[in-house]
Each structure stands twice: as C-alpha cells, then as structure tokens.
C-alpha cells in the first residue's frame, strides 16, 4: 500500500545530473518525503527528506513542489556507482516503519 | 564505525527446518527493525524494537515468525518449519530513536528454503 509511484526504470549518462520523479498526491500535512537507495546485494542506505522545502546534501537535492503532490531527487553529477534501486517514501511524522514500493531502478551509463 | 552487521549472509535450509537469523546493530541505537525482501520487490516491514520490547510485530506474516532482542541489543528473528515461501533477504536496519530518524540497515542474510 505504497502512497508513492515512481517510474520503474531510467537510465542516464554518467557525469550528467539525473532527476528521479516522484508522485505522491495523497501525502497529508504531516508526511515526510524520503528517498533512499538500493545497490545490488546491499542495504537500502538513506539519501535524503524533506517535508515541503527543498533540502540539498552531499548526495543528492531533493525538490518538493508547492503543492507537496510530488517530488524529484536530483543526482547533480551521476557517476557509475549510482546505479541502484532508489525508493521514494512517504513516511507520517509519528510513524517509525518505511513502507517501501518497488522504486525506480536507475541505470548509469559510461 | 561499524555498521549493522548480519549473520549468516546465506542460509540454505530444507522445508520444515528451524533457522535463526542474527542481527548486530550500530551500538548505542535503541530502535531495531527487521524487514523482508522477495526478489524484485523492495522491504516489506516485519517487527520493530524500541529497546528490548517488540513495540510492533503487525509485519510478522503468521506465528512461525519471532523475533527477539533480550538486551535491547542484538536481535534473533526465528523461523519455525521454514517454507518455500519464506525464502527471501532478511533486512535488519537500526536507528537512533525513531521518529523521523535515518535508518542504517545491514546487508541482510539471503535465505533459500528449498
């Protein structure tokens, strides 16, 4: 019962940035929206959240439109290692579990 | 640091057998989950610890599954009369606190019921 939908696969170029979408329109006012990845045989590991403006670290920004119905990550210079699953969550602010969907398998291209 | 560590990485068992599956998390983490991916899927919620108590087991598909954390430390999740559906990668992943706190997961043990 994912509340999220993401495309199920993209590929993009190395040393390009890559923007991942994210749909989640039913999200309500005390949602958090997070993005975590998955590369092959691994842990997911945690990229970033946001609840409505947009947040930026070392990995990746992530922007929130007005209306919080969807989000994109954005990987500003995509390398080789970035290939992996990555997961758009939306979690309740009182909530401790992450309800993951299938996510979007991203492909990274030389 | 080290990072949550599981064990085995592989389990292979016959239907009907018993399996433990071990859990290390990040020292000082008070909150542990277990979650289970089927392949092509992504983790599906199992249990939750919030130091040694199961504070929600709603995840656990029926009553072969158990899950322990007796020191509010390491974790056992417990598979009774394994199935062939059973076979999956167990995800373990800890966190400091809960509430919109980074969860740091293992690398999960794979187990094959065959």
């Known amino acids: 019962d994912a509340k999220t939908t993401q495309p199920p696969s993209m590929d993009c170029a190395e040393g390009r940035a890559a923007n991942l979408p994210c749909n989640h329109s039913?999200?309500?006012?005390?949602?958090?929206v997070y993005w975590y990845r998955q590369i092959h045989s691994q842990g997911p590991q945690y990229i970033i959240h946001?609840?409505?403006n947009n947040e930026t670290n070392e990995m990746a920004s992530l922007i929130i439109t007005e209306d919080r119905k969807s989000s994109t990550l954005i990987l500003p210079h995509a390398t080789l290692r970035d290939t992996a699953v990555y997961y758009c969550?939306?979690?309740?602010?009182?909530?401790?579990?992450?309800?993951f969907g299938a996510g979007t398998t991203v492909t990274v291209r030389a | 640091g080290a990072g949550v560590s599981q064990t085995p990485s592989n389990k292979v068992t016959e239907k009907g057998k018993y399996v433990e599956l071990r859990c290390d998390p990040i020292?000082?983490?008070?909150?542990l989950y277990w979650y289970r991916q089927s392949l092509g899927q992504g983790p599906e919620f199992l249990i939750y610890?919030?130091?040694?108590?199961?504070?929600?087991d709603s995840g656990l598909p029926n009553d072969r599954f158990f899950a322990v954390r007796p020191e509010g430390s390491v974790s056992t999740l417990k598979i009774q009369r394994t199935e062939r559906g059973d076979s999956a990668v167990y995800l373990c992943?800890?966190?400091?606190?809960?509430?919109?706190?980074?969860?740091?997961f293992g690398p999960g043990t794979r187990l094959t019921v065959l």
């Open positions: 992943a800890s966190s400091h606190g809960t509430h919109n706190n980074e969860q740091f």
């Open positions: 039913t999200i309500s006012g005390n949602e958090y």
């Open positions: 946001g609840l409505k």
């Open positions: 969550i939306v979690r309740d602010s009182n909530d401790y579990k992450l309800s």
């Open positions: 020292s000082g983490h008070t909150a």
């Open positions: 610890f919030q130091g040694t108590g199961a504070a929600d």
